[in-house]
Each structure stands twice: as structure tokens, then as C-alpha cells.
T-cell receptor, first 113, second 113 residues
Framework: KAGVTQTPRYLIKTRGQQVTLSCSPISGHRSVSWYQQTPGQGLQFLFEYFSETQRNKGNFPGRFSGRQFSNSRSEMNVSTLELGDSALYLC????????????FGPGTRLLVL | DAKTTQPPSMDCAEGRAANLPCNHSTISGNEYVYWYRQIHSQGPQYIIHGLKNNETNEMASLIITEDRKSSTLILPHATLRDTAVYYCIVRDYYGGSQGNLIFGKGTKLSVKP
């Protein structure tokens, strides 16, 4: 069974731009969570989607948003990019929401110049 | 905040067992202990999880003390490819609205030839 896939793998943007990252979960998985990893803050939870609904959100500004489609694929969007948004963005999928084991994708490395 | 405490770094000789400790003295009865590892800038890889009994799979063994206040991840025959940051996470079984993983700083395991 194929794992979690994320596109693109690498991205360079400039301040003020916006970016959309994509995540395809493991086949049959209905929950997708997003995490941000930076050297200073480590791995931090962004949000979780299940059945096209956001069911949990971390402590990030409203510039960070996401959505989930009926096929469970998910996108996250960051608007008005700041230098501090440079990070590895990780997507994880699980069968159901909340308690199931989460399996991570390889991540998208975003560099904001 | 993460509810676990791990040593920042450990060394292990190739071929020997690697024993990674984790303290979770405030764990509640509903919380599982999860272990993930992250090899340089890749997505975290799920290793194992348990509630109160010891667990073993093809990757590792998890030993949880009887009072559940600490646990040890054991890699029975460490190889150079096991060099990674290992994260110990406690997670509410019932999930509720807080199914996300809360990562601490983890233990940097260096396997040396």
C-alpha cells in the first residue's frame, strides 16, 4: 500500500506570497493532520481534518488554513508568507480521527525569502 | 507542552541493543505511549505504541513500567540506519478533540560502528 504523499517536496517563495501544499493520505485513511517543523519550535500541530471537516486546530494564526476533499486528500494554504514560515510541513494520515496511529509523509520543505 | 522527558542524546554501538528511556510521570489511565523516529529531515516514522503491557513488533520492543510512569524503547540490534531522533509521546486513547501528537525534543540516537 502506498504511503502518504506530499507535493511539492520543495518550494521557494518570497515574503507576502501565498502557498498551497497538498497531501494524499494512505488509501482508506480518512483523517489528515498537518504539522510544522522548525529548528526553533520543533514539531507543532497545525490542524486535523476528518470527513472534510476541521475537528482540531493548533495555535497558529489565521494565515494558516486547510481543507479536505471528499476523497480525503487535503491541502493547506499559507497566505501573506513571512520569513518565519520557512519550515518542513508534514502531513500525517490515519484511519479515523483522534485515536488512530498517524503515519507521516515525507514533508514539503518551504523556504521563504 | 509535551508530557514526556527524554535524554537529549545517546550513543550506541552497532549491533548492540539500544535502550531509549522516557519518563511520563503524569500519564493518565487513558493515555497510550507512542514512539516515533525521524531520520534527518524525513517525516517521522511510527515505531510502536502501548498502553500498559509490553509490546513487540518487527522494529522494536516497548517496555512500560507497572506504574506506567516510564517506558523504554528497545532496538535489539542497532544498525547505522537507526541513527535518528526518537520521540516518546503520550496520547489520549479517547482522542476527543485532542487527537493530535504533541512532540517534545526527543532523543538523538547515534549508532556508531
Amino acid at each position: 500500500k502506498a504511503g502518504v504523499t506530499q507535493t511539492p517536496r520543495y518550494l521557494i517563495k518570497t515574503r507576502g506570497q501565498q502557498v498551497t501544499l497538498s497531501c494524499s493520505p494512505i488509501s482508506g485513511h480518512r483523517s489528515v493532520s498537518w504539522y510544522q517543523q522548525t529548528p526553533g519550535q520543533g514539531l507543532q500541530f497545525l490542524f486535523e481534518y476528518f470527513s472534510e471537516t476541521q475537528r482540531n486546530k493548533g495555535n497558529f494564526p489565521g494565515r494558516f488554513s486547510g481543507r479536505q476533499f471528499s476523497n480525503s486528500r487535503s491541502e493547506m494554504n499559507v497566505s501573506t508568507l513571512e520569513l518565519g514560515d520557512s519550515a518542513l510541513y508534514l502531513c500525517a494520515s490515519s484511519l479515523q480521527a483522534g485515536t488512530e496511529t498517524q503515519y507521516f509523509g515525507p514533508g514539503t520543505r518551504l523556504l521563504v525569502l | 507542552d509535551a508530557k514526556t522527558t527524554q535524554p537529549p542524546s545517546m550513543d550506541c554501538a552497532e549491533g548492540r541493543a539500544a535502550n531509549l528511556p522516557c519518563n511520563h510521570s503524569t500519564i493518565s489511565g487513558n493515555e497510550y505511549v507512542y514512539w516515533y523516529r525521524q531520520i534527518h529531515s524525513q517525516g517521522p516514522q511510527y515505531i510502536i505504541h502501548g498502553l500498559k503491557n509490553n509490546e513487540t513488533n518487527e522494529m522494536a520492543s516497548l517496555i512500560i513500567t507497572e506504574d506506567r510512569k516510564s517506558s523504554t524503547l528497545i532496538l535489539p540490534h542497532a544498525t547505522l540506519r537507526d541513527t535518528a531522533v526518537y520521540y516518546c509521546i503520550v496520547r489520549d486513547y479517547y482522542g476527543g478533540s485532542q487527537g493530535n501528537l504533541i512532540f517534545g525534543k526527543g532523543t538523538k540516537l547515534s549508532v556508531k560502528p
